[in-house]
């Protein structure tokens, strides 16, 4: 789905400009997203298996739920708009942990250029697996990974073809502040 979007300067400052999603990833402009990630305290985190459909990363595994930011709107917002379209889960703003934002930059092919800074929170899931609701234009499927598994899968590069690439250091943010809190 095409969307308007804040377009932003490579420091991750507002350039004040939107632009329609697809006119940002065919050239490259950053633009801000969120992800967030859901852990349960039995030391499991909520995936996603992105829909077959996908412009990018079609059927891997991936952040629980994670969308771009609407022009004008405010980030956690976003986060709690994609939350509710996703996975059907209605949360507040206290329930978002934001541990940070990280620049990626993917050129996925020539005309498919993605500059995202990913605002990235934690939350605990306190309901079960079957009541979530997939969006089915977005996600194929919804699996909880314990925390141990996750790390052993991550680290080889055979077992970790399933998942999206995101960087080591990335994934390694997410388990490490996910164990702190456990």
Not at 26 to 47: C, P
Not at 87 to 98: D, N, P, Q, R, V
Not at 155 to 171: F, W
Request: proline content about 3%; some cysteine.
């Amino acid at each position: 789905m095409d969307e308007l979007i804040d377009i932003l300067h490579a420091n991750g400052e507002p350039t004040g400009v939107t632009a329609m999603k697809s006119e940002a990833h065919q050239i490259g402009l950053f633009h801000a997203t969120v992800h967030i990630w859901f852990y349960t305290t039995d030391g499991e985190i909520l995936f996603q298996k992105r829909a077959t459909t996908k412009d990018v990363y079609p059927r891997l595994w991936d952040v629980s739920v994670a969308g771009h930011v609407g022009a004008g709107e405010p980030i956690v917002g976003s986060a709690i708009r994609e939350t509710r379209e996703e996975i059907g889960l209605a949360i507040t703003e206290h329930k978002l942990l934001k541990i940070g934002v990280f620049k990626s930059v993917q050129k996925h092919s020539e005309q498919l250029i993605d500059c995202e800074y990913q605002h990235t929170f934690l939350s605990e899931l306190k309901v079960p697996l079957e009541k979530l609701t997939k969006q089915l234009s977005e996600v194929e499927d919804l699996k909880l990974v314990s925390i141990n598994l996750i790390e052993k899968e991550l680290t080889n590069t055979e077992i970790a073809a399933p998942y999206v690439p995101h960087s080591q250091s990335y994934y390694n943010t997410i388990l490490k502040k996910i164990n702190s809190l456990l």
